[in-house]
């Protein structure tokens, strides 16, 4: 039996979440597999630590809360026989995608945080 799509955008979030916590308590060191990876987060230790843990803390944000949404809709959902919920559990899957624009963007506002520091 396959699983349903619906659970299948819960442990999508869940995933990134998992993923997602490490890096933001900079447990993860500089390597090619894992991490918000650019030239500028590589650069250094310092700026891969700050890009890492600030691309950890808002993607872990939005996956969190998006997890807790679809958790919720779980349970309405097979409570009762609202069609109308399979719809909204479409919407979970974009925020995966969300999560890695909100990181992304906390992550180069570190970086450029952390140019800014350097440079004065």
Known sequence: M??????????LNALMLVLCLPLAIKAVPIQYLYGYRTSRSTANEK???AANAAFGKGASVVSAAALAAGAVMLGVRYGTELVFWEYGFAL?????????VVGAAAAERALNGLAKKDGE
């Open 2 to 11: 396959p699983f349903a799509p619906n659970v299948i955008a819960v442990v």
């Open 92 to 100: 979970l899957y974009p925020v995966v995608v969300l999560a890695f």
């Open 47 to 49: 700026a891969w630590y």
